[in-house]
Nanobody, 124 residues
Framework: QVKMLESGGGSVQAGGSLRLACVYS????????MGWFRQVSGEERERVGH???????EYADSVKGRFTISRDPGKNTLYLEMNSLKPEDTGTYYC??????????????????WGQGTQVTVSS
């Protein structure tokens, strides 16, 4: 299992920006995907977006044009650049990894490795 640790969360006003990072241990597989998810207390965790090991990225409609996912394999780090933040972006953000790519990367239940989460709070 891949160990993952998020950082970079914090409090920001609406319209502001934050950059999250997720450092992970060596990945024992060459294909797959890594994703960002978020959760508000009492609600289900939702997908923010994911990146395939090929480099292709998919985003949830709610963050398209505002968030950017990237990965630096040389640093074992996954990033989530968040711009034009809105109060509804508030939540705990998690990174996750899956050893196989494909359409199951859209579903959180198919990810086997997760970080501990980092809190993002956007005030109006």
């Amino acid at each position: 299992q891949v160990k993952m640790l998020e950082s970079g969360g914090g409090s920001v006003q609406a319209g502001g920006s934050l950059r999250l990072a997720c450092v992970y241990s060596d990945i024992p597989y060459s294909n797959g995907c890594m994703g960002w998810f978020r959760q508000v207390s009492g609600e289900e965790r939702e997908r923010v977006g994911h990146i395939y090991f090929s480099g292709e990225v998919e985003y949830a409609d709610s963050v398209k044009g505002r968030f950017t996912i990237s990965r630096d394999p040389g640093k074992n780090t996954l990033y989530l650049e968040m711009n034009s933040l809105k109060p509804e972006d508030t939540g705990t953000y998690y990174c996750a990894a899956r050893s196989i790519g494909g359409t199951k990367c859209f579903r959180e239940s198919y990810y086997s490795s997760w970080g501990q989460g980092t809190q993002v709070t956007v005030s109006s």
